[in-house]
Each structure stands twice: as C-alpha cells, then as structure tokens.
C-alpha cells in the first residue's frame, strides 16, 4: 500500500479494521473476565478489579508512550525512506522496553494495596484487588513486549497480526477461566492466572510473525547504536502519551473514591461494569487513530499537510458512525447488559445510570481522539497532555467538589459533572488543533 497517494479511505480499511476487530476482541476479553468476576465470584472481586483498573491503565500508559513515540518518528523517517534510521529507534526504543518493564512491575507489585485501601475499598475487594495486579505485575515484560513488536508490526502496515493475537487470546482466556474458576475454584487468581498465560502466548505469537517481516530481514546490526538524542526524541514524542493515560488513570482514582464515598462499593462494581461497555463500543475509534497516526506520519514527513486534513477528517467521520451505533445500543438494551455481569439490584442500578451519562458524551471521545492522533501526527503531544490535564484532573476535582459538597447534590452531582466535562475537552481539542494546523501550513509552504 502507498500511504502518500492511495485512497484515504481504501488505507484506512486496510489498517484500521483487522486493528478494530483486534481492540473489539481486547474488550470482549475483559468483558469476560468482569463476567466471570461478577456471576461466579462475588460483588466484592468485581469492585475490587474496578478499583485496580487505573493500575492497568498505568501499565497500558507506559505501552501506549513507546508505541506513540516510536510510530510517529519511524513513519516519519519511512515517509523520509530512510531505513536505516528507523532500524536505529527501533532499536533505542527495544532498550527502552526492556527498562520499563522490569521498573512498571515493581512499581505495580508494591504500590497497588496502598492506592487502593486510599480509595475506601471493603476488605474484601482489597484482597480480591492486590492478589489480582500482584499476578499480572509478573506479566509485565511480556505486556510491555508485545506494545513494542505491535509498533514493528504497524508501521509496516500490518494491524492483522495484532487482530490474530487478540483473537486467539480472547478464545483461549474463556477455557482458561472457565478451567481455573469453576474447575479449580481459584477466584481472582484463576482470572489473573489466565491472563498471565494469555499475555506469554500472544508475545510469542507476535515475535513469530515479526521476525518474518520485511523489516527483521532489512535489519543490520551496524545500525543498532545507543543513541542519546534519538532517545530524547522517543521519550519526547511518547512521554506525553504515557502522562495522558496516567492522568485518565488518575481521574479514574478521583471517581472510585467518590462514587464508593456517596453510593457504596455495590456502585463502583457497576461502574465497572459500565466501563467494559464504553470500551466496547469507543475501542473500534482507537484503531481508526493507529491507522490515522501511520497515515499521518507518512504524510507529515513528506510534508503533505491538506493529506493529513483528510485523514483527520475521514476517521472523525467514521468513528462519529461507529459510536452513535453503540450509542442506540445502550438505549435499547442497556439494563440487560448490567445484568449481564451483575444481577445485584444497586450493582444495575449505579451501572445503568452511568450508561445513561455515557450515551450523552460518547461522541466526544471521537472527537478528542481524531484530534490526539492528529496533534501527536504533527509532532505536538505536548497540547494534549495540557488539555488532558487541565479536564481531567483539575475540572473533575473542582466539578465534583461544587456539585457534590456547595450544591449538595451527592452521586447526581458527579453524574453531572461527567456529563460536561468531556465536551469541554473536545472544545478546547478542536481549538487548539485548528490553530496547529495553520501553523504547519505556514511552516511548509
């Protein structure tokens, strides 16, 4: 495929599609697990993994930063065709891994308990909790590895692999759970066992299909030098990823502990639930804006700025599409789905009232991640990581406090709050990615 002259739409088809199925199947394996949490386990071990989700999401930050830094600069330098630079921050982003991952699993293994006893969870979702991220710190190498060959594998074009790997985790996770909890009667650990072997099976799957890539057969050893700068360059592109998903991670944190201080743990399970229902539906966006950044990324280093414009435009489209079906869903079925993982009354209660809010701001994730994609294309994440920050952290707080302590408004007000607050993030996105832009324009003509 030609990423500067082919259709934008034919590319975006080609790429992003074998990713979507591949993120559908990454929440569908969550959906299991939150699944098997609620109707074979307990309430309790479905709020304790709620409460450890921001964990998960701190790993997935630390993934998602090198893939970003490293797609985006390595696209530029195919763009450039110069294949001996992209050999080189493969290789300084492989060191990178390999550091991050052995520090994140340490991290994760001796900060979980505190974070969460910091929440207000029950004894029992604490145990449920620790004893589950304990296990999946252990996957940590692996988690972190399969982040960097997805990047190999991407930005040569290929989202397919990646699709088969989730896939055939996704199928091999439901016999694990099944074997582990109601066999073996292990609990949380069955669930966090399970994923541990899935993790291992799907890092292997993936350096198969990359040593059989055009690149591993380009690759020269003269080329994989430890390079100060173009590790600066890496951690300055992937740095702001990470600190955006710690920040959504931290918010995360600041909504657990107000939805169980005024509505119990009952309500932060079915908060749970809700999220495994958002991602279903917002997932299939994120591999539009993998597909948007490998585009993109081509196109900015030949300096094709009206391609990128196009690119923005054609998966805000699709993803606007893709969501407002999900959206209907939620309004037809909604109950039923909380039901599904939890038949607890205020566990469906809490869950369908959040779904309610997700069908009002669902759209604006779409919009927030075209305009992510497209400002981290153009060489400016730092926009988004203030942006992030300034919505998610310093908003949430303030939104919440008003609404729940001056206006008295209790678990209604942080309902409320999150209803608003996603669509100024998308305001200000849109702004400030007009401005950037113009500037570009400027810059190249």
């Known amino acids: 495929m030609n990423l500067l002259e082919d259709n934008i739409y034919t590319l975006i088809r080609k790429i992003a599609l074998p990713a979507s199925i591949g993120f559908v199947f990454i929440t569908l394996f969550n959906v299991v697990d939150t699944y098997f949490a609620g109707n074979h386990i307990s309430s309790e071990a479905l709020a304790g993994m709620t409460f450890v989700f921001p964990m998960h999401l701190i790993m997935m930050a630390f993934g998602a930063g090198i893939y970003a830094g490293t797609t985006v600069l390595s696209t530029e330098a195919l763009g450039q065709q110069n294949k001996a630079k992209v050999i080189q921050l493969l290789y300084n ?3 990178f891994t390999i550091v991050i991952s052995f520090l ?45 060959l997805n990047t190999i594998l991407t930005i040569q074009g290929d989202t397919k692999s990646f699709r088969n790997a989730v896939i055939l985790s996704f199928f091999i996770n439901i016999g694990l759970n099944a074997l582990f909890i109601l066999y073996f009667d292990w609990g949380v650990d069955g669930l966090a066992f399970a994923t541990f072997i899935v993790t291992i099976i799907s890092f292997a799957y993936m350096l198969f299909k ?27 592109q992937g740095l702001p990823a990470v600190l955006n998903m710690l920040i959504m991670s931290l918010q995360l944190f600041i909504m657990n502990s107000y939805v169980d201080f005024y509505a119990g743990q009952h309500a932060v399970a079915g908060m749970g639930a ?13 591999a539009l804006n993998i597909a948007a950044m490998t585009i993109m990324g081509y196109n900015y280093g030949a300096k094709n700025i009206p391609r990128i414009i196009e690119t923005f435009k054609a998966i805000t489209l699709i993803g606007l599409s893709i969501v407002a079906i999900g959206i209907l869903l939620i ?10 993982f939890d038949s607890t009354p205020t566990v469906v209660s809490f869950g369908s009232r959040y779904l309610q809010v997700s069908t009002i701001v669902l759209l604006s994730y779409v919009l927030v991640g075209s305009a992510t994609a497209t400002l981290q294309s153009l060489q400016k994440p730092l926009i988004t990581l203030g942006i992030s920050f300034f919505r998610r952290i310093v908003l949430t ?35 400030l990615l007009q401005k950037t832009i113009h500037k570009k324009k400027i810059e190249f003509t």
């Open 274 to 286: 809700a999220f495994r229902v958002e991602q279903l539906i917002i997932l299939p966006t994120i």
């Open 397 to 431: 707080l303030l939104f919440f406090t008003i609404l729940t302590t001056y206006f008295d408004f209790g678990i209604d007000g942080i309902l409320y709050a999150l209803m608003v607050l996603p669509w100024i993030g998308a305001l200000l996105f849109f702004i």
């Open 210 to 236: 990359v040593r059989k890539s055009k690149l591993f057969y380009e690759f020269a050893y003269e080329f994989c030098v430890r390079d100060k700068i173009m590790q600066w360059k890496i951690s300055k």
């Open 331 to 340: 309004l037809a079925f909604g109950d039923a789905i909380i039901m599904f």
């Open 104 to 148: 994140l699993g340490i991290f994760v293994w001796f900060t979980t308990k505190p974070i969460i006893i910091l929440m207000g969870a029950t004894q029992e979702a604490l145990e449920a909790g620790v004893s589950y991220m304990h296990i999946i710190a252990l996957s940590t190498p692996f988690f972190m590895g399969g982040y960097f």
């Open 93 to 95: 982003a492989f060191l």
